[in-house]
């Protein structure tokens, strides 16, 4: 089978040419390109710019010595360059994770512990300069950027804690003479595909868990954000984690998409990204039959209800809907008001929109960076420009930014309805678009009404309207007057085309083991 990767803008980790930007740089970028190059030079002096793959231990390039530019979305500009990796070198990154495979998986969970937790107080004592990277190479302000890596940092504390809870069981035996009890033990070796709107916490919280279970893994970085993924693993090596159970491979995403899907040796792959390429993963891994988990794309409703309160709401919402320019799968989607506040919600929130600043992720008080490549916003625009032919109108933004390059106005959208694509599919921009409805029924059937089942946030002041919402809503996720809802301890993961599995919380656990049922006989005589 051959992997491709989906043409979704937002969430693939296809391979693209660094496309021409319709905006040329203005005064403002070349003067951020000089800070950016001092970031880049204090990374070197930390060694955290790394710039080579790793397999079983060693830092590596392509084999054919092909190499791909990683650009700063802010200006353009190329960071460094990385291997562009293929089939051979996932091979032999696969063939590094199972000769590792018995000696880490054989280490008490006590000792996979400690080095979890030394890896997490190098990524801590070094969030300043990983927020630098994921600024760099990803767009996201500095300060969300740290925030990344205090989040991402939380699924390795976590595990490391819980590697050491992995309980079996003993079951009553029916007859006399037997024994009966249930192990737990890791699934094997892990491919792990991240996407680049999380570059850190989306590798943390897949490999972390795997590493408690005693599994090894080869991490799939996007080529969009590799820099940040090479960083953690440099600072797992710190750690002591021993060669061969953490590998990195990035480059031509089909040709290390099938190796990884094509190998017995891999018995799990875990997967955040489309839906299109997750698709296609899970039917690859049946070739084999892997496990897999998947984390895909996310169509999330945010309801606002006439009894909700209004502060409450608009901060929720705009939480919900412009997190990293609006470029994260529980983004709020589609904003469903009711029509007793909808104008009221509406001039509130436009108030707020009109507030965040725009600009280079580096720069004091900026709270949306880039977009992450031309393509995106490509995207964006054929969303909105769709929505208008449709009937929606512009209440704010919906045009590139005076600053140029990827940069996209805040946007809201009113009279937006259902059949429009914006309503249909994940933007993956600042795009807010606000839809109108009557009663509650109505609300739930507008919410449901997708293929995607990830995130869902509601806002009403009655507790029993946010229990039979909650309880009517197909989303695997759900917030209730709060528009920031992910943490390590709960579990992260949708239903209907949106996924399989869940990460992060105690369950997260449950993807990375196997289940043995072990039956003692003759256990009556000596």
């Not at 809503?473 to 949708?494: H, K, Q």
Request: with cysteine; aromatic share 8%.
């Amino acid at each position: 089978m051959t992997f491709r990767a989906s043409s979704m803008a937002g969430r693939s980790f296809k391979l693209l040419s660094h496309l021409p930007y319709m905006h040329a740089p203005t005064p403002l970028s070349r003067q951020i390109s000089m800070d950016a190059k001092s970031f880049v030079s204090q990374l070197n002096g930390a060694g955290l710019l790394r710039s080579q793959g790793l397999i079983g231990g060693r830092w590596s390039d392509a084999y054919d010595g092909n190499t791909i530019n990683v650009h700063n979305p802010a200006t353009g500009e190329v960071i460094t360059t990385v291997p562009c990796m293929g089939q051979k070198e996932t091979n032999d990154a696969i063939s590094s994770a199972y000769g590792a495979f018995s000696s880490w998986s054989n280490l008490t969970a006590s000792e996979r512990s400690k080095y979890l937790r030394k890896w997490y107080d190098l990524i801590i004592s070094h969030k300043e300069e990983l927020g630098q990277l994921i600024t760099l190479e990803q767009g996201k302000p500095l300060k969300e950027a740290i925030g990344e890596v205090n989040y991402g940092a939380a699924f390795i504390e976590f595990y490391a804690e819980e590697a050491k809870r992995v309980y079996g069981d003993i079951i009553p035996a029916t007859l006399a003479d037997r024994r009966l009890f249930v192990l737990k033990q890791p699934v094997g070796v892990v491919g792990a595909v991240t996407p680049w709107n999380f570059p850190l916490a989306m590798i943390t919280r897949k490999v972390g868990p795997a590493l408690a279970c005693g599994c090894t893994v080869v991490i799939k970085p996007s080529e969009y954000t590799p820099l940040t993924a090479l960083a953690a693993v440099e600072l797992a090596l710190q750690a002591g984690i021993p060669p061969g159970v953490v590998n990195v491979v990035m480059g031509n995403a089909s040709e290390i998409g099938d190796a990884l899907i094509a190998s017995p040796q891999v018995r799990k792959i875990t997967f955040t990204g489309s839906t299109a390429v997750g698709k296609k993963l899970m039917a690859g891994a049946a070739g084999t039959v892997k496990k897999v988990s998947l984390e895909l794309g996310g169509n999330a409703p945010c309801i606002v209800f006439d009894d909700a309160d209004l502060d409450v709401a608009v901060k929720g919402t705009l939480a919900a809907k412009f997190r990293n320019s609006g470029q994260t799968c529980v983004c709020a989607n589609r904003i469903i008001v009711q029509e007793g506040i909808y104008e009221k919600f509406m001039d509130a929130f436009v108030k707020a929109v009109q507030n965040l600043q725009v600009g280079d992720g580096f720069s004091e008080g900026v709270v949306q960076g880039p977009l992450i490549n031309e393509a995106a916003v490509q995207k964006v625009e054929s969303f909105v420009q769709d929505a208008l032919s449709k009937g929606a109108q512009v209440v704010l933004g919906a045009k590139r930014h005076s600053l140029g390059m990827t940069f996209y106005e805040p946007t809201v959208l009113r009279d937006v309805k259902s059949d429009m694509l914006i309503s249909r599919e994940e933007v993956f921009g600042p795009v807010a678009p606000l839809l109108r409805f009557k009663t509650e029924e109505e609300a739930i059937r507008i919410a449901n009404d997708t293929n995607a089942g990830l995130a869902a946030y509601i806002f009403t002041n009655s507790i029993q309207r946010s229990w039979r919402v909650s309880e009517a809503l197909e989303y695997g996720l759900l917030g209730v007057n709060e528009g920031l809802i992910s943490t390590e301890v709960a579990p992260f993961g949708g239903v209907k085309q949106s996924g399989l599995g869940r990460e992060g919380s105690k369950y997260g656990m449950d993807e990375y083991l196997e289940v043995k049922y072990v039956c003692m006989g003759n256990m009556s005589s000596n």
